[in-house]
């Protein structure tokens, strides 16, 4: 069971361990919703979120964007830190989790929604920004995540498989070479929609080295 004291570390294993009872969980609604798909057009490209609590004890948010063809589904798994604060971690299973800072969602309720309690800004979070695009520096440990929403700063906790979001930046306050790398990252979640995807192809350095002669 997730618990306030855990390290991102912690709180990305302790959710693996979850991940077969979730997603049996979530069977039923997917199937479900896949019909109501085939019948209702305007379901398509609307973000929904499915809550579950696992029998450890653990919270979750499953966000699900239906296209024509497919279902785009990412799982996020949530807690509260001992300050109080909301955390949450977006768990991939073949490719990189994210661990998000309290700070993401307080600098994002900052910008889009200054109402509401705690819990019901980071569901709008997830829910509105659920699809990520993410690149990352060849030199040090940073990485780049964008969303819809905007762009988010962060670093390396396990590189290449766990990355800790520090710190959110809306399109407004973006510099020329960020808005630069923001129109990649948007190309990347727009690729992500499409039927066919090989699981971290999406993830690429933003510094890539010349080419060798």
Not at 181 to 197: I, V
Request: glycine residues 6%; aromatic residues 10%; proline residues 6%.
């Amino acid at each position: 069971m997730i618990v306030q004291t855990h390290s991102p570390e912690q709180v990305v294993r302790e959710a693996f361990r979850d991940l077969p009872a979730m997603w049996n969980k979530l069977k039923q609604p997917i199937e479900r919703l896949q019909r109501n798909v085939r019948k209702d057009r305007s379901l398509r490209l609307q973000p929904q979120l499915h809550e579950y609590r696992s029998h450890e004890g653990n919270n979750w948010l499953v966000a699900i964007l239906p296209t024509k063809k497919v279902l785009q589904i990412a799982p996020f798994v949530w807690y509260r830190g001992a300050d109080g604060y909301y955390r949450a971690a977006r768990i991939v299973q073949d490719g990189v989790c994210f661990h998000i800072s309290h700070h993401v969602f307080e600098q994002y309720a900052a910008r889009f929604n200054r109402t509401g309690d705690g819990l019901s800004r980071m569901k709008e979070f997830i829910r509105e920004n659920m699809d990520f695009g993410m690149e990352y520096c060849l030199d040090n440990d940073e990485v780049r995540v964008g969303v819809r929403h905007g762009y988010i700063i962060g670093k390396w906790v396990v590189p290449h498989k766990l990355a800790q979001l520090i710190t959110f930046v809306d399109h407004g306050k973006l510099h020329a070479d960020q808005h630069e790398q923001m129109d990649r990252l948007d190309q990347q979640r727009a690729e992500g929609l499409r039927p066919l995807r090989i699981p971290g192809s999406n993830v690429k350095p933003w510094d890539l080295p010349p080419p060798t002669e």
